[in-house]
């Protein structure tokens, strides 16, 4: 049945042309595994895990029980001054996922609260450290951390900060590592480490005190998969070595195996001081972000309070909510008992061939891949965006859902694909790019 449009009108959609949404709808009713079905009972591939959420594919049923039992014994408590065991237990199976010397785990709802909570933990570590110089902060152009004002301050995309104007301070910039002489790069790119040098700069201009925490992407995700030249995440940890500078990863998307490994630090063999998670810590079931920190930088905060005090103002009514901990939970023991982090190595190469395959279409002008996540760039039309957003709506006609970000297609199917969806994924956009306008 269609939706009547006069029924949509109330909904301010998110990151939505919500006149030409509301003119032309694609509603999903159902989900099941790699597919969605439309309200009008059309199956919808989805090419890109939703939002990078559904590692595990949709409607599982493990989750939605594990949810469910939570709900019924303990539906919500605050985690101020109380706890709920799940809450524990979840905080130490993420740390086992971390590196040996990070234990502690702070709950957000949301990859934005995530990378806020992350800015605050480092404002906090330097003041009880004693350090209060170090108000700056650095991130990266085409870096995306959430559209909190305190990650819309670290975003380096324009679009999302040019209606904003009083976003925080100090905020300084590396140039973002995409580079015309690494195009049609499968994997690490060759060139471009020497980019890290930027934050050598920073440091030389604004001092070494002066910098709190770098956060990067490891892979940057929303702007396309710009995926980090061989030696530029090494540089950058040295530099935040010498200067003392935290590093922090944005995990967000790659984490919970992305690149094969539980978060993309393995893969790069480089180890952050903080980790933002959200999306696929809970497949997407329930909304959950979390920042995983290294010991000494909790042990310094919480030393630091006197005796019975409060030691970090910070917190949301919803931290560590009990069915979020649950669905998280059981999400861990599907990616465990499925070894799908393992899986979504050995599926990479199957996948980026499908997607490399495509290079030969006169309207892409790049593609860039690592893991199960690839960005596919299309020649802009007429105006930035005009054309991926045709494309976007042409190809769920066609019944693919791929993310787009601008002109560039962001494709990330669920860790359950298999080659053949690879495959279907990749003969709907060959049709259906090569059907548009030129
Ligand atoms: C790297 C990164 N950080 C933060 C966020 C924000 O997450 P959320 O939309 O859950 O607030 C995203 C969302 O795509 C992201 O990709």
């Not at 014994?73 to 996922?97: C, N």
């Not at 800015?119 to 004693?130: C, E, L, P, R, T």
């Amino acid at each position: 049945m269609p939706t009547a449009a006069n029924t949509l009108e109330h909904h301010w959609m998110p990151f939505t042309a919500n006149r030409d949404f509301k003119a032309e709808p694609r509603i999903l009713v159902e989900g099941d595994g790699v597919w969605f079905t439309d309200n009008r009972g059309q199956k919808i591939l989805d090419g890109s895990s939703a939002l990078f959420c559904s590692a595990a594919g949709h409607g599982r049923s493990e989750i939605a029980e594990a949810v469910r039992d939570q709900l019924l014994k303990l539906d919500y408590t605050t985690s101020f001054q109380l706890g709920h065991p799940a809450a524990f237990e979840l905080a130490r199976a993420i740390s086992a996922l971390m590196p040996k010397a990070m234990n502690h785990v702070f709950f957000a709802n949301s990859g934005s609260e995530a990378v806020d909570t992350a800015m605050k933990i480092a404002m906090a570590y330097w003041d009880a450290k004693g350090e209060t110089a170090r108000t700056h902060f650095v991130s990266r152009e085409r870096g995306y951390h959430g559209v909190n004002i305190g990650g819309l301050s670290l975003s380096g995309l324009p679009n999302n900060r040019k209606a904003f104007g009083g976003v925080i301070p100090g905020v300084l910039f590396l140039r973002h590592t995409w580079l015309e002489e690494n195009s049609f790069s499968r994997g690490q790119p060759g060139a471009g480490a020497d980019l890290a040098e930027d934050l050598a700069r920073f440091v030389d201009d604004h001092g070494a005190d002066a910098i709190a925490a770098c956060f990067i992407e490891p892979v940057a995700g929303s702007t396309g998969c710009l995926v980090p030249p061989k030696g530029y995440l090494e540089r950058i940890r040295e530099i935040c070595d010498d200067a003392g500078i935290l590093l922090i990863f944005d995990e967000v998307i790659c984490g919970f195996g992305r690149l094969g490994t539980p978060f993309s630090m393995e893969a790069f063999g480089v180890e952050p001081d903080m980790v933002t998670m959200a999306k696929a810590i809970t497949n997407g079931a329930i909304p959950m972000g979390a920042v995983a920190v290294r010991d000494d930088i909790y042990e310094t905060v919480v030393d630091a309070a006197p005796e019975g005090a409060i030691e970090l103002f910070h917190g949301y009514t919803f931290s560590a909510h009990p069915a979020a901990c649950a669905a998280a939970l059981a999400a861990l023991q599907i990616y465990e008992k499925e070894k799908l982090f393992e899986r979504a190595g050995q599926l990479s190469g199957a996948f980026l061939d499908s997607v490399f395959g495509l290079r030969d279409i006169e309207l892409i002008s790049d593609i860039r891949g690592i893991g199960l996540i690839a960005g596919i760039d299309i020649t802009p039309g007429e105006r930035p965006g005009a054309r991926g957003a045709e494309l976007q709506k042409r190809l769920f006609a066609n019944g693919l859902h791929i993310k787009f970000t601008g002109d560039t297609a962001v494709v990330a199917p669920p860790l359950v694909s298999d080659e053949t969806h690879f495959d279907q994924i990749a003969a709907i956009l060959r049709a259906t790019i090569e059907d548009m306008p030129q």
